[in-house]
């Protein structure tokens, strides 16, 4: 599986926006590129993902380097409801057959102050 | 729409006995993934169900442990008998088709194995 990297933990102040890095240099063409978030005694919580292109949700805005070897995941307004473990985690699109189980790593903890 | 659902949500058991954890998926995903996190490590993979069928169980870490998912809806996690290093979080996750950019993931069970 592909490995990404990201800092352990990074703080942010409520209503800034956080910018949340990813480095990917070994990303094959097929992977997409998948943000999960963990608040604290919760399952894993799907963000966003993106091929090649930004993208854009409710929750998040996913901006993704031309190369495709890092993205950020950018939180426009943080609050203290977004403190949370967020896991970058590449996944193959399935059309070459491969399975589609999620290998995290060990995420950013991002802790947000009031 | 309802979500992912696990219980227990907290389980205490001694050394050499069984356990049997159970997740209900969102109704109609044919997909059901189990994940598991120990001892503050990473989560990690366990095993795939398409409907009723194991996909892919390359996670599943020994014999003790035992899947299921008959009629192709609930899935069970058994483990017996339970040794200390089992302890851990246990999660699920489902998803409609294998190809889903999102899986959604139960908050859960925690396994404490004395």
């Known amino acids: 599986d592909a490995k990404t990297t990201q800092p352990n933990s990074m703080e942010s102040n409520e209503e800034e926006p956080v910018h949340l890095p990813c480095n990917h240099s070994?990303?094959?063409?097929?992977?997409?590129i998948h943000w999960y978030r963990q608040l604290p005694s919760q399952g894993p919580e799907y963000v966003i993902h993106?091929?090649?292109s930004n993208v854009n949700n409710r929750m998040a805005s996913l901006a993704i380097a031309e190369d495709r070897k890092s993205s950020t995941l950018i939180l426009h307004r943080a609050t203290l409801r977004d403190a949370a473990v967020y896991y970058c985690?590449?996944?193959?699109?399935?059309?070459?057959?491969?399975?589609?189980?999620?290998?995290f790593g060990k995420g950013t903890l991002l802790t947000v102050n009031p | 729409e309802a979500g992912v659902t696990q219980f227990p949500s907290h389980s205490v058991i001694e050394k050499g006995q069984t356990v049997t954890l159970r997740c209900d998926p969102i109704?109609?995903?044919?997909?059901l993934y189990w994940y598991r996190r120990v001892m503050g490590k990473e989560i990690k993979f366990l095993l795939h169900?398409?409907?009723?069928?194991?996909?892919?169980e390359s996670g599943m870490p020994n014999n003790r442990f035992l899947a299921e998912r008959t009629g192709g809806t609930y899935s069970t996690l058994k483990v017996q008998p339970a040794e200390l290093e089992d302890s851990g979080v246990y999660f699920c996750?489902?998803?409609?088709?294998?190809?889903?950019?999102?899986?959604?993931f139960g908050s859960g069970t925690r396994l404490t194995v004395v």
């Open positions: 996750a489902s998803s409609q088709f294998v190809t889903s950019m999102g899986y959604t």
């Open positions: 070994t990303i094959s063409g097929t992977d997409y």
């Open positions: 993106g091929l090649t």
């Open positions: 985690i590449l996944r193959d699109d399935g059309s070459g057959g491969s399975n589609y189980k999620l290998t």
């Open positions: 109704s109609g995903h044919d997909n």
């Open positions: 169900f398409v409907k009723e069928s194991k996909q892919d």
